[in-house]
């Protein structure tokens, strides 16, 4: 990958993560749970997340193991939950997700590169 490649692929992680926090803000789980038009944004948050963060690992498999604090395997693997949940999404499970995981993995996740 070009040099800074991985800052765009991170932005746009970045950008995703930010987005679907923003889509639940002030919302409780109750509400999350009756609004399939919130769910379906969320979960498309979270499977773009997902691609990018497979994209990165694909692409730059060493930049991806200098940091093994982020959860890559497991931003993947929610991503495939998501996308290939043929017998249906649980909503509950992205609730949690977008609620807990992807802001850990915000705060985990490098900083740009100058």
């Known amino acids: 990958m070009k040099a800074g490649g991985e800052d765009l692929i991170l932005a746009q992680i970045r950008t995703k993560c ?6 639940v ?9 009756n609004d399939k038009v919130v769910q379906h944004a969320v979960a498309m948050c979270i499977v773009v997340i997902g691609d990018a963060v497979a994209k990165l690992v694909k692409r730059s498999p060493d930049y991806v193991g200098t ?3 982020v959860p890559w395997g497991l931003v993947v693997g929610m991503r495939n939950r998501i996308a ?9 499970v992205v609730w949690d997700t977008i609620r807990q995981s992807i802001p850990d ?6 900083a740009p590169r100058v």
């Open 18 to 23: 930010e987005d679907g926090i923003s889509f």
């Open 25 to 33: 803000a002030g919302m409780d789980r109750e509400t999350f749970l």
């Open 67 to 69: 940091h093994p604090e």
């Open 84 to 92: 290939h949940g043929y017998d249906g999404v649980d909503f509950e």
């Open 105 to 110: 993995l915000l705060t985990k996740l490098p």
